[in-house]
T-cell receptor
Framework: AQSVTQLDSQVPVFEEAPVELRCNYSSSVSVYLFWYVQYPNQGLQLLLKYLSGSTLVKGINGFEAEFNKSQTSFHLRKPSVHISDTAEYFCAVSYGGATNKLIFGTGTLLAVQP | DAGVIQSPRHEVTEMGQEVTLRCKPISGHDYLFWYRQTMMRGLELLIYFNNNVPIDDSGMPEDRFSAKMPNASFSTLKIQPSEPRDSAVYFC?????????????FGPGTRLTVT
């Protein structure tokens, strides 16, 4: 079955430290990968997406992610986090076709401490 | 554009009552999605429409839930009768084009509490 796994439910980190949020998906021939962020009491908004081309994708707010086909991963990274980055982060995958349907991971809460 | 609009933002109702959640997608978008978010189950896709036609409703929990999209600018999600376990945040999202390559734009959500 198609699935997305975010192994870490919560990641505590100190301000200005680097962070990596992990995401793995079940293998498929073609995938489109997304990271969304949800701030408290808000809807989800797109951070970045991988459709094709360069495996290193840059998004908003200084985040980037790397697509690794052999490891079926799409980990999210930021070299230096801010308090304002505290939010829930969701990895999502679309397995192509004409459905536009996304499968979301369970989310990772990034808790940035001063 | 104002983005995806949902109403109401908060709804508190008693068990057994009918609840109707409303969504206005972004103009020009041809896909509309309804999601439910809870602590226990995370973000679940309930149903989605393409050009106002329901494509996949396999995520709808049971017959108490129904969704309609009478035109390109309006959709409803109805729960009748409501139960306490329906308490959740319900999100509507819309997108344009096909192929799974475009982002979904989410509304602010409706927080439903059933007592």
């Amino acid at each position: 079955a198609q699935s997305v796994t975010q192994l870490d439910s919560q990641v505590p980190v100190f301000e200005e430290a680097p962070v990596e949020l992990r995401c793995n998906y079940s293998s498929s021939v073609s995938v489109y990968l997304f990271w969304y962020v949800q701030y408290p009491n808000q809807g989800l908004q797109l951070l970045l997406k991988y459709l094709s081309g360069s495996t290193l994708v840059k998004g908003i707010n200084g985040f980037e992610a790397e697509f690794n086909k052999s490891q079926t991963s799409f980990h999210l990274r930021k070299p230096s986090v801010h308090i304002s980055d505290t939010a829930e982060y969701f990895c999502a995958v679309s397995y192509g076709g004409a459905t536009n349907k996304l499968i979301f991971g369970t989310g990772t809460l990034l808790a940035v401490q001063p | 554009d104002a983005g995806v609009i949902q109403s109401p933002r908060h709804e508190v109702t008693e068990m057994g009552q009918e609840v109707t959640l409303r969504c206005k997608p972004i103009s020009g978008h041809d896909y509309l999605f309804w999601y439910r978010q809870t602590m226990m189950r995370g973000l679940e896709l309930l149903i989605y429409f393409n050009n106002n036609v329901p494509i996949d409703d396999s995520g709808m929990p049971e017959d108490r839930f129904s969704a309609k999209m009478p035109n390109a600018s309006f959709s409803t999600l109805k729960i009748q009768p409501s139960e306490p376990r329906d308490s959740a945040v319900y999100f509507c999202a819309s997108s344009f084009a096909s192929g799974g390559t475009t982002e979904q734009y989410f509304g602010p959500g409706t927080r439903l509490t059933v007592t």
